[in-house]
Structure formats: C-alpha cells, structure tokens
C-alpha cells in the first residue's frame, strides 16, 4: 500500500464539478487504500483539508488536519454530512488546493454539527466551529460540486477565477 501524493485537480476541472456518491458497502479496500494516499497529498501540497473529488475520485470522502504541523490530528470522513448550522454568520478567509494562490473572504454558518463514519465503519457525530468548522463546510461543499469562490459575489468570483487561469497559463508556460 502506497502513501505517494496524488495529482490534485485544478479548476475548471469538470471532476470537481460533479457531486460525489455516498462510500458504499464494496468500497471498504479503496478507501482504506486511498485514505492515507489524500492525507499524504494533503501534507505534501501543503493545506488542511482535502475531498476525494479533488484527487479524481468520486466518493464521498475527506481528510483534514487543523491541528499545529508539529503534532499532526489527521482525521478521515467517510459520508460526511451536516446535519445542522447555525443561523449565525462567520466571515473567514478560504483558500483551496485546486484554486493555487487565490484566496477570499467567505461568509458561512458560525458553527456546523457534522455526522459520519470513521474507516472502521464507527458512526461519529461532532460539532465544531471556527477553523475545524469552515474547513469542515469547505471540504463537504466539494464533495456536492461546490467550491468556495461559489460563495462569492459574481464579480469577485470572476476576477479569482480569471486570476488563477493567467497564473496557470503562465506555469504551463515556463514549464
């Protein structure tokens, strides 16, 4: 079983677009294979949060890790959802793995309750706010299709999108 990192997918991908399908019954092996394989390519990149959507895989799975780089807190969702939020407002600043570079203030609920299930098939329930919480509604939002720019005004949206497509450009360029 490899941890190698895994190629990250890059807007406007049309993976990243596509809603992901719940991990299923048969799907145990892939996922416990592909789990350590998303941490690694989470680490390596670097960043705190990764969709299996974003590595080209189609389920409903995600790694995170908030915690300090010193004393890593991996943690793997499998079919996570949220199943509550809080009609209070928080504003934080988002950054994605497959958007490089852009970042922008985004408006979420304060605080998220989020279920899933643990490798092991254990059902967990937690809720969070802050940085666990944004990252939590951030890295769930791709896995229906959703990136954080889709959270911005038209023309904010627009002018990252355009941004990040003259970076990739450029990068393609001089490589």
Same mark, same amino acid.
């Given at each position: 079983?490899?941890?190698?990192?895994?190629?990250?997918?890059?807007v406007p991908d049309p993976r990243l677009r596509q809603k992901a399908r719940p991990?299923?019954?048969?799907?145990?092996?892939?996922?416990?294979?592909?789990?350590? *394989? $998303?941490? =690694?390519? $989470?680490?390596?990149?670097?960043?705190?949060?990764? =969709?299996?959507?974003?590595?080209?895989?189609?389920? *409903?799975?995600?790694?995170?890790?908030?915690?300090?780089?010193?004393?890593? !807190?991996?943690?793997?969702?499998?079919? @996570?959802?949220?199943? =509550?939020?809080?009609?209070?407002?928080?504003? *934080?600043?988002?950054?994605?793995?497959?958007?490089?570079?852009?970042?922008?203030?985004? !408006?979420? @609920?304060? &605080?998220?309750?989020?279920?899933?299930? !643990?490798?092991?098939?254990?059902? &967990?329930? $937690?809720? =969070?706010?802050?940085?666990?919480?944004?990252?939590?509604?951030?890295?769930?939002?791709?896995?229906?299709?959703?990136?954080?720019?889709d959270h911005l005004s038209a023309l904010k949206r627009n002018m990252l999108l355009?941004?990040?497509?003259?970076?990739? *450009?450029?990068?393609?360029?001089?490589?």
């Amino acid at each position: 079983m490899s941890d190698a990192p895994l190629p990250i997918l890059i807007v406007p991908d049309p993976r990243l677009r596509q809603k992901a399908r719940p991990v299923g019954e048969g799907d145990g092996d892939a996922v416990r294979e592909l789990a350590p *394989r $998303m941490l =690694a390519t $989470m680490y390596a990149a670097p960043g705190i949060g990764l =969709a299996a959507p974003q590595v080209g895989v189609g389920l *409903r799975l995600v790694v995170l890790d908030v915690g300090p780089r010193e004393k890593p !807190e991996p943690m793997v969702l499998v079919n @996570p959802e949220i199943v =509550a939020a809080s009609t209070e407002r928080a504003v *934080r600043e988002e950054g994605c793995l497959s958007l490089p570079g852009q970042f922008a203030d985004v !408006e979420r @609920p304060a &605080r998220v309750r989020v279920r899933w299930r !643990e490798l092991d098939g254990t059902r &967990r329930e $937690m809720e =969070a706010e802050g940085l666990l919480g944004v990252c939590l509604q951030h890295e769930i939002d791709h896995l229906d299709g959703v990136l954080f720019v889709d959270h911005l005004s038209a023309l904010k949206r627009n002018m990252l999108l355009r941004k990040l497509a003259k970076e990739q *450009r450029a990068k393609a360029r001089a490589e």
